[in-house]
Structure formats: C-alpha cells, structure tokens
C-alpha cells in the first residue's frame, strides 16, 4: 500500500505498513522458528557492539 505525501509541489509515495505485512512476518517466524533465534541474536550482538566500540580506548599516561 502506497501513500502520497504532496510538498511543496513534489509527489512523495510512502510505503506503509499494512497488516497483511504484520502477520507475514509473524506467519514467516511461525514457518521457521530458527530464524526468530537468528533474530534475536543479531539484535542482541548490534544492540552490544555501541558499548564496545566505546569502552575500546587506549590511554597511554606519562612517560
């Protein structure tokens, strides 16, 4: 399902979300239930990778 937005004189079509589209997915994770672990694994390991990548510094003090 398409929506148009008009601005200032251009046509911008936005993909919403319908539904249907909700319960595919939820259909898909039903169908392969792996694939809710790889998920969530994924989610889990990008959810961490900020705080790494943060707390990775090298400080080197005085001589």
Known sequence: MFS???IYGR????YVMSEDDANAVAQYLTEHPRMMGVLFTALLLL???GSVAAGNHVAINGP
């Open 4 to 6: 148009k937005i008009f």
């Open 11 to 14: 046509v911008y079509a936005l």
């Open 47 to 49: 959810s961490q990778a």
